[in-house]
């Protein structure tokens, strides 16, 4: 598959959204995060492994996740790697060359890019999404501008 295949598209970006309102059918706390994990790691083929972390005091911990394997760094601490950078500054990280950013910690050997999205609730991030794409280059605005509407849906039934 070309790179520029597998990547999201305006009208996918548009119709996953509605998509995952009818699959969370009223769903809240950790088994809407789960049911969105599945359908963005199911539905975009650019998403090869998609987690949620959540804020617990100053550490990320691992919530919920879909992809080929688990990863190691179920707790990350604030500040560190790009998800903890993410965390701590509240703004989504773009990363389109894992190998050139010396704050990525490595998770999957054919990952190549990566991008971690805050998800905050009242002025403070209390979780992030966290994707990893086997593809140099593989997440654009689109895909910022998509997550970050997953990212408010999210918010809006955390708990
Ligand atoms: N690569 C992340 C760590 C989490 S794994 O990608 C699942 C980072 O640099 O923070």
């Not at 950790?30 to 998609?50: E, Q, T």
């Not at 550490?59 to 701590?88: M, N, Q, Y």
């Not at 910690?105 to 403070?124: A, D, H, N, R």
């Not at 593989?138 to 849906?153: G, H, P, Q, T, Y």
């Amino acid at each position: 598959m070309k790179s520029n295949e597998a990547r999201l598209s305006r009208e996918q970006a548009k119709e996953l959204l509605l998509r995952l309102d009818s699959n969370l059918g009223g769903a809240r706390g950790k088994s809407a995060r789960d049911a969105a994990v599945k359908l963005l790691n199911r539905s975009v083929p650019s998403y090869s492994w998609v987690g949620i972390y959540i804020v617990e005091g100053k550490d990320l911990v691992l919530d919920v996740w879909s992809g080929p394997a688990a990863t190691e760094h179920v707790r990350i601490p604030i500040g560190k790697g790009v998800c903890g950078f993410a965390a701590k500054s509240g703004k989504t990280e773009i990363v389109s060359d894992v190998g050139k950013d010396p704050r990525y910690l490595q998770c999957f050997l054919s990952t190549k890019s990566e991008i971690v999205v805050p998800i905050s609730s009242q002025g403070s991030v209390v979780g992030e999404i966290d994707i990893d794409g086997d593809q140099l280059d593989a997440f654009s605005s689109l895909d910022r501008e998509f997550l970050e509407a997953v990212a408010r849906k999210l918010s809006a039934i955390w708990s």
